[in-house]
């Protein structure tokens, strides 16, 4: 390997152990010395994305991008920071180019599956993973979204234990997980959110949006929040109707039995007071005490 | 006057500040000849109080003694301007045709560079003794009950069927001492140093990292005994879980067979790993034979800070400082950061002068106003660390770290 080449791979492997200060010195030497290689361009795009310096980023790869348009390492870089970034239409068409071009790469089937699972598009999530699997039944990447699909699919018994172990296991699966989480949330099935939630916080616990997002699912998923059902599942609907129900009994009770429509009163305030009470104790307590 | 070196060192382990102890241990250990930690002792002593001759002319004795006779000169200058020193006749004979210090070349880096040259045969080096650390006292004490004695005294373990292999890791939040706890321990292990730092790392990937490792552990068994302590651990041993790299995989591999390889021959060979990520240590890295026993580095407590303010200001112009207030109010603040207090309130000294021309000096409200400025560098890590005792699941590899943060109330 030329010294070019070794200074790429003591670089990139500064950035994969997360030593990113260490890593942007030497990239910042290796700039200034080789302001033109594209290798050097990508390292600090890579960079970039790792470090949320998005804008770093981009024009990282502009440049690389403007040298050698084809580049697919740019391209898929381009693809991971246009998903870290919220533009998922945009990092559709380029992994879709990318595809255009490799139709054999089962990485970037596993890719388009990730983007899909992230944008809830489960079916097409599980289709894209796999065509992934056929083309190469070892991907891990297919391999994790197949089984994340199962998770949320409730097919396979004791998946998110499985996804939890995986998450540990596969660098792969940390980025997915995220959207197995969201997905578990949007369809009330907290236990198993949390369980993935573990999952990815033990791999990265310096993560402070992954201790939150646990504390969240903790609380959200503990046994007293059950009579909060109603409000948590169907929103500001649940509560209208729950309010509605509330005025009509009370009203009814006041009619037909009168002496039961103060017990009733204190009950619907009760659980007003607890609904918007609780919540916040209940947070307090468990992030206090632990969990 | 009757102590022996022992009992010095367990005084000053107890009360660093003590000076008159202080002086007494380096004239002990000048009496016994070894005028290298003779020397360290009086030029710590100088630096507690510098107006005094009595540290300089000791360190001058000492550099005598070890045939520096330029830098003798040097201290001896400096002793004949404290207010109460008086002429020696044993050093002015001794120094008379020694070379004027003006003449000295501080270049010492002529020295060629022998294969050998970054191992440092710690007796004979520039030393880092436990007495030199701050604070920890348990973990001093841990410390040497745990690895130093069955080092020391194999035998003696072997009687009683306790195993004295296996690495020791040491963690916690960065700029803390791990670094110098390690050297620390291979000092008093009397043992060849041998570091491998993240620079050594970075080489080591170039190439074959595995042989690389290898000709490292190799080095540790040829120059028993010897301690082989890895600097930032993380970087060599990256949990392979998070990295896909091919390269991680198989460098942690090869550590993973040297560590178990050393079952057979680790006999003086220490192996100690320091990292402030324990968490992307490769898990294989701790069962049992391996790196099995992890000692938490806590940040300094008030009297450590206290003391290492008063260290570090040592030679700057200051005005009535009140150490142990300082050391109260820079709570969670490590080494590293006391430095970067002290810079940021020099600043604010030469702004002033600066602005208003009139010339000052370091005042406790500088230093004061700077560590208000200031957020401590263990405070991430520490944050960290109790979210993992506390939100990961029944996990009892920190719960060093758990009656720590109960103490610190965080
Ligand atoms: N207990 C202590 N006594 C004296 N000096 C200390 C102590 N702790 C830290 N220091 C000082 O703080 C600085 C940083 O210490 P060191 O390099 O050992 O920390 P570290 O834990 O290895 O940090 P990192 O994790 O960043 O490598 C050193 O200059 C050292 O002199
Ligand atoms: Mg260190």
């Known amino acids: 390997m030329t010294d070019v080449g070794l200074l790429r791979q003591q670089i990139a492997l500064l950035i994969e152990r997360k030593r990113y200060g260490d890593a942007g010195r030497l990239l910042s030497e290796a700039i200034s010395s080789e302001p033109e290689d594209p290798g050097f361009k990508l390292l600090a795009a890579r960079l970039g994305i790792a470090t949320a310096d998005y804008r770093s980023a981009r024009d990282n790869l502009e440049a690389a991008l403007a040298q050698h348009p084809d580049n697919a390492e740019a391209r898929q870089l381009m693809f991971e920071l246009l998903c870290e970034t919220g533009q998922f239409v945009e990092a559709e068409q380029t992994i879709i180019g990318l595809l255009h071009d490799y139709p054999e790469e089962a990485y970037f089937y596993a890719l388009y599956a990730a983007l899909m699972l992230k944008t809830l598009h489960i079916d097409k999530a599980a289709a894209l993973a796999r065509e992934g699997l056929r083309l190469d039944p070892t991907s891990s990447l297919s391999q994790v979204i197949s089984l994340m699909v199962d998770v949320i699919e409730d097919r396979s018994h004791d998946a998110s234990r499985r996804l939890e172990e995986l998450v540990r296991e596969n660098p792969d699966a940390l980025h997915v997980a995220w959207s197995v989480v969201l997905v578990l949330q949007s369809r009330h099935r907290y236990a198993e959110a949390l369980q993935v939630l573990r999952g990815i916080f033990r791999s990265v616990p310096d993560d402070k949006e992954a201790v939150a997002a646990l504390i969240e699912m903790r609380v959200l998923s503990h046994w007293s929040m059950l009579p909060l059902t109603p409000l948590q599942r169907y929103g500001w609907v649940g509560s209208g109707v729950l309010w509605a129900v509330a005025v009509l009994s009370v009203f009814l009770a006041d009619r037909f039995a009168p002496q039961i429509t103060s017990s009733l009163v204190v009950f619907y305030l009760g659980y007003v007071v607890y609904s918007w009470l609780w919540p916040p104790m209940l947070k307090r307590w468990l992030s206090a005490r632990g969990f | ?410």
Request: hydrophobic share 40%; proline share 5%.
């Open chain 2, 1 to 410: 006057m009757s102590e022996t070196i022992e009992e010095l060192a367990e005084i000053l382990l107890r009360d660093p500040f003590d000076t008159q102890a202080r002086a007494r241990y380096a004239d002990a250990l000048y009496e016994a000849g070894d005028w290298q930690a003779g020397l360290e002792q009086y030029r710590l002593l100088c630096r507690q109080e510098p107006t005094a001759a009595a540290g300089f002319l000791g360190a001058a004795r000492s550099l005598v003694k070890l045939e520096d006779l330029a830098a003798a000169r040097i201290e001896y200058d400096k002793a004949t301007d404290c207010g109460d020193f008086e002429p020696q006749d044993d050093l002015e004979i001794a120094l008379k045709d020694g070379p004027a210090p003006a003449l000295r070349v501080v270049g010492g880096r002529a020295v060629p560079r022998s294969e050998d040259a970054d191992i440092v045969r710690i007796s004979s080096a520039r030393t880092t003794r436990f007495v030199d650390i701050v604070g920890m006292e348990d973990l001093k004490k841990t410390v040497r009950l745990r690895i130093i004695d069955p080092f020391l005294k194999p035998g003696l373990f072997a009687k009683f069927k306790k195993r004295a292999g296996g690495g020791l890791l040491l963690y916690g939040p960065p700029g803390c001492g791990k670094t110098l706890l390690a050297r620390a321990i291979a000092n008093e292990c009397d043992a060849t140093f041998i570091h491998v730092g993240i620079s050594d790392v970075l080489s080591m990937w170039i190439g074959a990292s595995e042989q690389n490792l290898r000709a490292m552990f190799d080095k540790a068994r040829a120059h028993r005994p010897s301690v082989l302590f890895f600097d930032e651990l993380d970087a060599l041993a990256y949990s392979r879980s998070k990295a896909q790299s091919d390269h991680t995989r198989s460098t942690v591999n090869e550590f993973l067979n040297q560590l178990d390889g050393m079952a057979g021959e680790n006999e003086q060979v220490l192996i100690l790993a320091a990292t402030n990520m324990p968490w992307d240590v490769d898990p294989a890295m701790k069962r049992p034979g391996r790196f099995d026993r992890s000692i938490f580095v806590p940040p300094p407590d008030a009297a450590a800070r206290a003391e290492m303010f008063r260290a570090k200001l040592v030679g700057v112009p200051t005005k009535r400082l009140d150490y142990q207030k300082l050391g109260e109010s820079s709570a969670y603040a490590s080494g590293a950061d006391i430095d970067g207090i002290i810079e940021e309130a020099k600043d604010r000294v030469l702004a002033d002068i600066m602005e208003g021309g009139e010339d000052r000096a370091l005042t406790q409200d500088d230093l004061l106003a700077a560590i208000r400025d200031f957020e401590p560098s263990t405070m991430d890590w520490l944050r960290t660390a109790r979210n993992l005792v506390k939100y990961g699941g029944a996990d009892k590899s920190y719960k060093d770290v758990e009656a720590y943060l109960k103490t610190a109330r965080l």
